[in-house]
Each structure stands twice: as structure tokens, then as C-alpha cells.
């Protein structure tokens, strides 16, 4: 089995400033990584998938990169409604999620 | 507008049963693989099953092979999971979503499921 590792658990920020969330993979997954978004009391939401492609809707603010076995997923800007828990998902080998990152105001 | 919609969650004894549906609209949903997923606060979210548009290429997770079955009913737009054998370590909501090229989307609101005497 593939595993996530999330880094940092919890990131405190303030509206307007850039957000960088990490997800490493324990093997090279290629670019067959996604990531989602799940505010409070709500569903996950596919932001990115294969590695670097935004998903219908998603605003450009979000962007994503890396390739093997490290990836990043960056917020350029901050607004109010970006505060959630961020997952990310790997299915070169079934199909497995990090443990998330909780993108909290500061 | 594509729409997902679980029901059949509840509480349910160790060892019991139950059937999961999901509903879906706003697509053709015949013709895409669906998914079961689970969350839970201690193992976040875990993939559970799938399902080929015509019922085939079905796998599970180890943790639910032997316990849980999927399927489908492309007449009804509906996709289903039957649990038996539940323990607590079920107890879960749990979504079903599209697959989109391996990845999920969308997902609906999710069914709680709880085990427990």
C-alpha cells in the first residue's frame, strides 16, 4: 500500500497570505496525485488531479506540482472560504489519501 | 446538475447487517465507475469499493473483502453496498462518488454508519 504523509498536520494563516501544504508519497506515484478540499460539514472536493491540473470550477488561486514522490499544493492568496481540510490521493496503485492538513485563520 | 445521494446508513449491532444506496442524477450513470468511500476522525478517508459502468471489475479494500458487496442497478441510477459482519471498526460515514479517470468526483453527502450494542 502507497502512503500519504501530510505535512505540516495544522497550518495558521491569515486571509491574503500564500499557502504551501506537502504531500510524500512512500513511492513514486508518477503524477497520478490528486488533491481535496472538505470544508466543515461538507463533502470533499477534487481541486487537483494529476498533479498539476485544476478541476472544473476551481478557482487559479489553487495550483499544484511535484511528480514521484513529493508534491505540493499552493494558495496563492487566501480568502475566507480556502480555511478546510486539505487531502490529497494517489491512485497509480489502487487508490489511497494522506491523512490531511488543517488550513486554519491565524 | 450532478447529484449523489446516500441513504440506508444507521445503527446496527456488531455482527449485523445493513445496505447502503445511492442515487444518482444529473449524469448518465450508466456509464461511469462508482466508489465507496469511508471517513472516520481516527483513519480519515478510506477507499472501500468499485464498480465498472456494467457491474464488472468489482474490487475492495482488503479490510472489507469477504464482508461487503457492491453493485449497481443502471436502470434505477442507483449504486449499492451491502455490509454484513459489521464490527465497530465500520462505523463510518460513508460516500459514494464518480470516478472521474481514478479520481472522485463528485462525492455525495454521505451515510452514517454506526456499530454498536
Known amino acids: 500500500e502507497i502512503v500519504l504523509t501530510q505535512s505540516p498536520a495544522t497550518l495558521s494563516l491569515s486571509p491574503g497570505e500564500r499557502a504551501t501544504l506537502s504531500c510524500r508519497a512512500s513511492q513514486s506515484v508518477s503524477s497520478s496525485l490528486g488533491w481535496y478540499q472538505q470544508k466543515p460539514g461538507q463533502t470533499p472536493r477534487l481541486l487537483i488531479y494529476?498533479?498539476?491540473n485544476r478541476a472544473t470550477g476551481i478557482p487559479a488561486r489553487f495550483s499544484g506540482s511535484g511528480s514521484g514522490t513529493d508534491f505540493t499544493l499552493t494558495i496563492s492568496s487566501l480568502e475566507s472560504e480556502d480555511f478546510a481540510v486539505y487531502y490529497c490521493?494517489?491512485?497509480?496503485?489502487?487508490?489511497?489519501f494522506g491523512q490531511g492538513t488543517k488550513l486554519e485563520i491565524k | 446538475e450532478v447529484q449523489l445521494v446516500e441513504s440506508g446508513g444507521g445503527l446496527v449491532q456488531p455482527g449485523g447487517s445493513l445496505r447502503l444506496s445511492c442515487t444518482a442524477s444529473?449524469?448518465?450513470?450508466?456509464?461511469?465507475?462508482m466508489h465507496w468511500v469511508r471517513q472516520t476522525p481516527g483513519k480519515g478517508l478510506v477507499w472501500v469499493s468499485r464498480i465498472k459502468s456494467d457491474g464488472s471489475n468489482i474490487k475492495y479494500a482488503d479490510s472489507v473483502k469477504g464482508r461487503f458487496t457492491i453493485s449497481r442497478d443502471n436502470a434505477k441510477n442507483t449504486l449499492y453496498l451491502q455490509m454484513n459482519s459489521l464490527s465497530a471498526e465500520d462505523t463510518a460515514v460513508y460516500y459514494c462518488?464518480?470516478?472521474?479517470?481514478?479520481?472522485?468526483?463528485?462525492w455525495g453527502q454521505g451515510t452514517l454508519v454506526t456499530v454498536s450494542s
Open positions: 490521493q494517489q491512485r497509480s496503485n489502487w487508490y489511497t
Open positions: 462518488t464518480r470516478d472521474n479517470n481514478s479520481w472522485f468526483d463528485p
Open positions: 444529473g449524469f448518465t450513470f450508466s456509464s461511469y465507475w
Open positions: 494529476d498533479a498539476s
